[in-house]
């Protein structure tokens, strides 16, 4: 497994913002059993199960029916919260705010860049909202899954 996924340690969903190029992408993974993963972007879904090498192979979903223990379901709860607190990714130190309370930001508009392992992140809006706090500071070191700005 790759990213910091770990299975059999408690491991059931990642989600993330990729950017290529211009564009982002919402990317969601999680565990369907123990041999199958779904990883979706954006609103399309693909499978994997995992080699000997712990490297990830496509599955198609024929394969995926005829698993050793089929689709399990789970209930999940819709957090109102999700996309209104950004959150840093990485420990690493704020270098600029692009950002101020009350303004209105848009989907995928940058807020402000972390650097981390000597290089330059930007921390990006996920959801259309308007600034109600910024928690961090320019200069301040943060740590991973500190709130860096609230928006309502």
């Known amino acids: 497994m790759?990213?910091?996924?770990?299975?059999?340690?408690?491991?059931?969903?990642?989600?993330?913002?990729?950017?290529?190029?211009?564009?982002?992408y919402q990317v969601d993974?999680?565990?369907?059993?123990?041999?199958?993963?779904?990883?979706?972007?954006?609103?399309?879904?693909f499978f994997f199960k995992e080699n000997e090498f712990q490297e990830l192979i496509p599955v198609d979903e024929k394969e995926l029916?005829?698993?050793s223990e089929g689709w399990k379901t789970e209930a999940v709860l819709w957090d109102s919260r999700a996309g209104k607190e950004i959150k840093s990714p990485l420990t690493g130190t704020i270098s600029g705010i692009d950002i101020k309370k009350g303004d209105k930001v848009k989907p995928g508009q940058k807020?402000?860049?972390?650097?981390?392992?000597?290089?330059e992140n930007e921390i990006v809006a996920e959801t259309a909202g308007v600034v109600k706090e910024i928690k961090a500071e320019a200069g301040k070191l943060v740590n991973s899954g500190d709130i860096l700005v609230k928006l309502e």
Not at 2 to 24: C, L, P, S, V
Not at 31 to 45: A, G, S, T, Y
Not at 111 to 119: E, Q, S, W
């Open 111 to 119: 807020l402000m860049t972390l650097i981390a392992m000597k290089m």
């Open 65 to 67: 029916a005829s698993g």
């Open 29 to 45: 993974v999680s565990e369907i059993n123990r041999d199958f993963l779904k990883v979706r972007v954006d609103d399309k879904d």
């Open 2 to 24: 790759r990213a910091g996924m770990e299975r059999g340690n408690g491991f059931k969903t990642m989600k993330t913002k990729i950017k290529i190029g211009e564009k982002y």
